[in-house]
Every structure is written in C-alpha cells, then in structure tokens.
T-cell receptor, first 112, second 115 residues
C-alpha cells in the first residue's frame, strides 16, 4: 500500500544551520505531497505542498521539490531559527483517494 | 485563508459523561471533514471521514456509537465522545477540505482528559 517514510528524529541543530529532513514515499501514479508542521500543544499547519513532478513548494524559507524519479520530497531550509523547533510531518494523498497518509514525524530542536 | 477552528481547546470531564467537540471552517466551505486522534509523540490516526449531509465513514476499529460525528453544514462538524472513559483521553484534531481540492487544513486540536 501507499506509505511515507521520513527520517527519525530528534534532529538537533544550532541556529543558522542548514536543515534537511528526508522524506520518501511509495504510491502509484502521482500523489499530492505535503509538509505539515506541529508546534507543541497545537494542531498541524500546512507548511508547503506540491501536486506534480518537479513542482517546488516553498514557504517561510522552507522548500521541498517533488522528485518522481527518486520518489522523494525532502524538506530544506538554509538557515534555521529557534522558532523552527517543532515536529514536521511529511504526507501524501494518493490520486484516487481522499485520505492523507502521514509519515511518523520528525522532531526538530534548534539550539540558540 | 483556509482557517479551521476547534472548540473547546481543552476539556476535562468525569468518566461516563459525554463531550462534544466542534470543528469549524471559518473562511471556506468544507465539503469533507476528517477527525483524527493523536497519541503522545505519535502521528495522527484517522478516525472518520464526514461529508456534509451524509453519514460519516469510520475507520476500522473505531466505534461509531462511541464517537458520534455530525456534519450538519458546510462549515461545521461535531464529534461527540459518548460515555467517555479515561482511555478516551487524547488529543483530537479535525481537518477540513474544500470541494474539488486535495489539501486538508487542520484545526488547532482539542485535548480531552477523562478523570
């Protein structure tokens, strides 16, 4: 079945470091891909999305590119801030379904 | 745009009582809403999918008589936890989707504690 695999955390970085959180997926066709962020005690916020191959989603300095050939959607940010500390979920929605499939989440800690 | 609210954000109740959680799409019409449950340090678990004006579709293992879902309008869905017990204590999150789109927009969550 369809699935999402993302790197396990926690990931700890210093402020201004470069961030990559890996995400790969298994799905038929061209699913829609998403990154959501969850701050402590809160719900999920849509960070960015991409709906077709080679699309790049971007928001708040974060970027991810839909790579069909490697079935990946890695999240990157050039210079992280303490306020980026949160849990990040990679997710997909298959072509012919409504249900969102989440990865297990990656907890990110940014040290000042 | 695409703001989803939940009410209440926190609720503490006694075992055996029922609790209603509201999920509202504030600036768009949501043809479909989803209810999730999240355990500490885990991902979200889909409980049910509700479409406006029809019965909810529950995931396997979710008791429909325990978790009553009503989607009476295009901006409101409610989840009622009936005869709540301590094991129902959890973080409940809803999401809403516009008609014709795939993206789900999530509410801020409701933390339920059953004593």
């Amino acid at each position: 079945g369809d699935s999402v695999t993302q790197m396990e955390g926690p990931v700890t970085l210093s402020e201004e470091a470069f961030l990559t959180i890996n995400c790969t997926y298994t799905a038929t066709g061209y699913p829609s891909l998403f990154w959501y962020v969850q701050y402590p005690g809160e719900g999920l916020q849509l960070l960015l999305k991409a709906t077709k191959a080679d699309d790049k989603g971007s928001n708040k300095g974060f970027e991810a590119t839909y790579r069909k050939e490697t079935t990946s959607f890695h999240l990157e940010k050039g210079s992280v801030q303490v306020s980026d500390s949160a849990v990040y979920f990679c997710a997909l929605i298959p072509n012919r379904d409504d249900k969102i499939i989440f990865g297990k989440g990656t907890r990110l800690h940014i040290l000042p | 745009g695409a703001v989803v609210s939940q009410h209440p954000s926190w609720v503490i109740c006694k075992s055996g009582t029922s609790v209603k959680i509201e999920c509202r799409s504030l600036d768009f019409q949501a043809t479909t809403m989803f209810w999730y449950r999240q355990f500490p340090k885990q991902s979200l678990m889909l409980m049910a999918t509700s479409n406006e004006g029809s019965k909810a579709t529950y995931e396997q293992g979710v008791e429909k008589d325990k978790f009553l879902i009503n989607h009476a309008s295009l901006t409101l869905s409610t989840l009622t936890v009936t005869s709540a017990h301590p094991e129902d204590s959890s973080f409940y999150i809803c999401s809403a989707r516009r008609g014709g789109g795939k993206t789900q927009y999530f509410g801020p969550g409701t933390r339920l504690l059953v004593l």
